[in-house]
């Protein structure tokens, strides 16, 4: 339980990072403050939700696309955020494309980086005592 609730609490930061990074370099991406717990909440989820579905449907339908599930996914979860108001807005293609990599890219490497830095820190530490 510990361990998931750390796995989640890892994705959720890598997830605020990534719509932040966005938000910051990407024009047409806005991030408002007032919705943007909600907006990184439902991106969180969605985004958890739709991975196994769409890994699953990619492997049937087009074993090729197995590859881009996380693209895919991170496009739909961006999609199904910005659906609430106040939280999220992608105005344009080229926002939607640049947003969808930046968020991958922030959320690929904080789930894969942060795992690995906090193991490092608990074994230090339990070597200290």
């Known amino acids: 339980m510990k361990r998931m609730l750390i796995l989640a ?3 959720c930061g890598s997830s605020v990072a990534g719509l932040l990074l966005a938000g910051l370099v990407v024009p047409g991406v806005g991030v408002g403050v ?3 717990i909600v907006a990184v909440v439902v991106f969180t989820l969605a985004q958890s939700l ?8 990619a492997a049937k339908f087009s074993p090729p696309l ?17 659906s609430f108001s106040g939280g999220l807005v992608i105005n344009g293609v080229g926002a939607w ?8 890219v922030v959320t690929a490497l904080g789930s894969w980086l942060l795992p690995l830095w906090l193991l490092k820190k608990g074994v230090k530490k339990a070597r200290q005592n």
């Not at 991975?51 to 449907?57: I, N």
């Not at 197995?66 to 955020?81: D, P």
């Open 50 to 57: 739709l991975t196994p579905l769409v890994t699953k449907l």
């Open 9 to 11: 609490a890892i994705f």
């Open 97 to 104: 494309v640049l947003a969808t990599l930046v968020v991958w």
């Open 34 to 36: 007032q919705g943007f």
């Open 66 to 82: 197995v590859g881009g599930v996380g693209l895919i996914s991170t496009a739909l979860a961006l999609l199904v955020a910005t």
